[in-house]
């Protein structure tokens, strides 16, 4: 079977429900989780049925049991699912799993379970079909109208950081039909910044994160003083040469602290525009996720269904929890990284911080070439984030394998994609855990696919 038979199959399961039918979606809260639910709810709405959608911070199997065993008459799960493939099967309920995490079960059909994992198909999940991706080439499946929704799906990628080098695989295919279609514009290469002041907007950058001024409203102001850029001047309102200098400073900014390459050519490039969004889809997908990530999963997956009116609102909620996530970057920017043989770690009090913090690390701290872990207690759990670069992976590092392997080491679950992953373990003696993790990756750990 391959992909488009498998969501052929997966359009007709939904057809065949009664209309009176109530779909119980589950995704994952971040950019890509969320803009994953959308997608299906649109969707199925359009369908006529009735849906319900749940985002789930760190999924875990009781957590999926408990939903599971809520009164819905079928269930979809975005951008996670995989990893508990057995466990939604033995529901015996009619369930679509649509993944791009690496799958544990290679099975496509399992019981009552369809399982579209883009790994499966021979599509890379880390760069080539994020969650979103797979809900959009659904949407599209069920109706061929639904190509509206693509920018939806690309900002979910984006979410994703597969847009660094540019789209490839599926996530191209939707980027020119969305360019096709007229459904986005492509705008002249710009920095990453919002609508208000520029050194409002630097002092809240967290990606691109800038050592030395973000969080530093001082320094830019004093910078913004050496470039002859007025402090109250918008990004859109500054000309050319101004532009340019501001440019040249924040880039060599980067370069000084050995930024991934990768991200460095993504600082200045063209941005995605679409009518049904106010600002370009980097910035609405970093807000969507810092509201989120903020615990206010409700507020952020609402403002794609009436961004006009909730525009406000969640860039309030972004900026909040920006500040307050620039604050912990700034300590570890001034006491620096924990580091052992083969990786660079720190300590955090909320593992969605953790989550959150070790991408923009990787990105933009020296990390001496090696991984980074972010680990958080929380009760009788410890939660695990890492995140590594892209040469990394294509020599061999499999993060997503690595997570499992601890998981079975010290109990709980974990896994991800082979650039990202996480895990929750049973509380164990931390140096333990990171001298587990140091010497399985100094011996050349690949996992498995």
Not at 120 to 146: H, R, V
């Amino acid at each position: 079977m391959d992909l488009r038979d498998c969501l052929r199959r997966c359009s007709e399961k939904i057809k065949s429900l009664p209309k009176t039918s109530r779909i119980r979606i589950i995704s994952h809260y971040d950019t890509d989780g969320i803009c994953s639910a959308y997608i299906l709810a649109k969707a199925i709405e359009r369908e006529g049925f009735d849906f319900h959608i749940t985002l789930l911070e760190h999924p875990v199997k009781e957590e999926i049991e408990r939903l599971g065993d809520e009164d819905s008459d079928a269930m979809i799960l975005s951008d996670l699912g995989s990893s508990f493939i057995d466990t939604i099967s033995k529901m015996g309920r009619d369930s679509i799993i649509l993944d791009h995490h690496q799958p544990e079960d290679r099975d496509v059909i399992k019981g009552s379970v369809i399982q579209v994992n883009s790994n499966l198909f021979g599509i890379d999940g880390d760069i080539d079909a994020s969650g979103s991706s797979l809900c959009y080439l659904l949407a599209k499946e069920m109706n061929k109208e639904n190509i509206d929704l693509s920018p939806f799906a690309l900002m979910g990628a984006i979410g994703d950081k597969q847009s660094l080098g540019g789209f490839s695989g599926v996530n191209r295919e939707i980027f020119d039909e969305a360019r096709r279609e007229e459904f986005i514009k492509i705008s002249r290469p710009s920095l990453k910044l919002g609508d208000g002041p520029i050194i409002q907007e630097i002092n809240l950058s967290v990606d691109p994160f800038y050592p030395g001024l973000s969080g530093r409203e001082e320094e830019i102001g004093k910078l913004l003083d050496r470039l002859s850029i007025r402090e109250d001047a918008r990004y859109s309102e500054i000309g050319g040469e101004e532009k340019k200098r501001l440019h040249s400073f924040l880039m060599l900014t980067l370069l000084r602290n050995n930024i991934d390459p990768l991200v460095a050519n993504n600082i200045i490039k063209e941005r995605i525009l679409t009518e049904k969004l106010p600002l370009n889809l980097d910035v609405i997908s970093e807000m969507i996720d810092a509201c989120s990530k903020s615990n206010d999963h409700g507020l952020a997956l609402s403002f794609l269904f009436n961004p006009e009116d909730l525009y406000e609102r969640i860039k309030r909620r972004s900026e909040a929890y920006k500040i307050r996530i620039i604050e912990k970057l700034r300590e570890i920017e001034d006491r620096g990284l924990k580091e052992t043989r083969n990786i660079v770690y720190f300590t955090c009090d909320k593992a969605s911080d953790g989550s959150y913090m070790s991408g923009i690390v990787s990105s933009y701290f020296d990390c001496k070439n090696k991984p980074v872990f972010s680990f958080s207690k929380d009760r009788n759990k410890i939660h695990v984030s890492c995140r590594a670069r892209r040469k990394m992976v294509e020599r061999g590092l499999n993060l997503g394998g690595l997570m499992r392997s601890i998981a079975q080491r010290f109990g709980g679950s974990g896994g991800g994609h082979k650039i990202a992953a996480g895990a929750t373990l049973e509380e164990t003696d931390l140096d333990e855990i990171v001298r587990y993790i140091d010497d399985i990756i100094g011996k050349g750990y690949e996992g498995k696919v």
